[in-house]
């Protein structure tokens, strides 16, 4: 299901806010470098050779002076006076405006002095000893191609290794994006001025939120703590399936207490390169010490405190999450219970941490947030509608009774969702049937009402859920049925919606009985048509894996007795061997394939002592689509006290 967050209206400051160094700069002026530097180190001589040099420009004593450079080059100087001289017009050419320039004006490489000066010796014969061109010997090391042969391989080799590490560290957050703050943690701070979220914002959770109010006051008033000796917890884990507002209630302990907070992901630590983790978890803690008082909030916190040797079996010791783990044991060890730093980690397996974090003077205190009951999920539409511009008739009460096993995530998402339905037929308000699409659309997903389906298909269609209707109507336990469909949405070509009631605890009957209706649908389509279709796919995986979980986790079987397979740890998740023997595995498959068969059989009784009622009601739906419980009502009658239940287990084949 798709988690969607509200804007944050408190937008985390600190680091984030910095501008972020321009590379491109670097890229620019290294290019202008290399492009500008021949002209710097002044080679604009025009290159000659020694014959067109005695010839053309020695004989007409043009020359000023010559150069020797490095005994294999010679620079040649021509007269200024030579300056407007035709012949010299292409090596005068002016530079810079107007200014001329002054030379070397030719080169020419020459094999060796000692011929260069020979050569010259002859030519100068003619000469005036007077006239003879003064030569210097110059040695010229060319200290920016050197520099720039030693440098540019270097140069090559930072971006090369920059690129890569700004690609392995780019976890999340800014902190892995350089080189230079690999190993410095990448957490979010938000500052205490935009710490906006307070416990009127998170609705519900009312005993974790007295639980956690003890840190509020804490961390708003130590002294009344450290006077009379008590420690406070120097961690808090927030235990909840996700969307339960984990992260909200860690943000609303930094708001209410108006303290920094540092919100990182457990899997924002841990890199490829070992070690990286625990500089990162160091530097995390250091930081937070120079901010406190300041809560740490670490979400996922299973992805490094997950119980060392767990899963060695298949992937090996991770040696980089140990000394992560490791790394943050001995932070909150280190720091001593009055710093001011608390941290609060969020899990929804909190049975999988390693015991260490768990020992009191660490992790020591849990608290656990459960999906919302009703009246809590009534005060979280409240929170969620209050920015919306709703119609008068809206009832969140009703949709709060219409979203049983929805988290606080799921319901802003239905806010969300209404909102964007009600603006997509540019409504001025959201209507209640806004609110109803939106959690249709999130439990079953978007109509698809282009969706050929012949008319063949669609009466077997209706024939399936007509028989999931019935059965389930006429079985006590089953949850009271609101509507059945056969527009097809998501990838489901038809939906029944149901009503759970809120229990906690749910019996043996319950179990087959809930097993009998999901495999009404494939059972009316053997009733009718004698014959059955794929569209019972989705039924079969749910009924497999409920008749398995009867076996053998709850104990249901009288065969296998009141055993139980179920590890809570998620130890055996990972583990290659099952905990019972060959035998049994037989047994536990003999059982469960007699479960699903006596549900069918059930359900193919039940259908077919009702088939001119099944047969009706598949009628309707073809004609309507869509049918709601008082049509359902009107075909099956009410479920109040006297509706004749089907009675399981009078039937002969319980017994
Ligand atoms: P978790 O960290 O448990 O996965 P979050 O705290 O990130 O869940 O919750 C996601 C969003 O769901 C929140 O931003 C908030 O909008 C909404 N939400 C969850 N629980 C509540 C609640 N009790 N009251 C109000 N909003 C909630």
Known sequence: MKKVTPPDKTKPAGKINKPPFNWAWVYVIILLYLFLSPLLSGKMAKETTWQQFSTKILSRKAVAKLEVVNKERVDVYIKSSFSKDTAFKEVFKPIFGNGLYYGPHYTFNIGSVETFEHHLDEAEQAFSPAKHIPVSYVTESNWLLNLLSWVVPFVLLFFLWNYLMRRAGGVDGPGGASIFNFGKSPAILMEKENSKVTFADVAGLEEAKVEVQEIVDFLKKPDSFTKLGAKIPKGVILVGPPGTGKTLLAKAVAGEAQVPFFSISGAAFVEMFVGVGASRVRDLFQQAKNKAPCIIF??????????????????????????????????????????????????????????????????????????????????????????????????????????????????????????????RRKADKIAMADFGEAVDRIVAGLEKKSKIISAGEKRTIATHEAGHAIVSWLLRTVDPLVKVSIIPRGKSLGASWYLPEEKQLRSKTAFRERLCATLGGRAAEEVMFNEVSSGALDDLEKATKEAYSMVVYYGFDKRLGNISYYDSTGQRDLSLQKPFSEATGDLIDSEVRKLLAMAYRDATVILEENRALLEELAALLLKKEIVDQKDLEEILGKRTVGFKYFDLSDHEIYN
């Open 298 to 423: 670490i979400d996922e916190i299973d992805a490094i405190g997950r119980s060392r040797g767990k899963g060695a079996l298949l992937n090996g010791s991770n040696d980089e999450r140990e000394s992560t783990l490791n790394q943050l044991l001995t932070e909150m060890d280190g720091f001593g219970t009055n710093t001011g730093v608390i941290v609060l980690a969020a899990t929804n397996r909190a049975d999988m941490l390693d015991p260490a974090l768990v020992r009191p003077g660490r992790f020591d205190r849990h608290i656990y947030l459960e999906l919302p009951n009703l009246t809590e999920r009534t005060a979280i539409f409240h929170v969620h509608a209050a920015g919306l511009t709703m119609a008068d008739d809206i009832d969140l009460t009703m949709l709060a009774g219409q979203t049983p096993g929805f988290s606080g995530a799921d319901i802003a998402n239905i806010c969300n969702e209404a909102a964007l339905i009600a603006a």
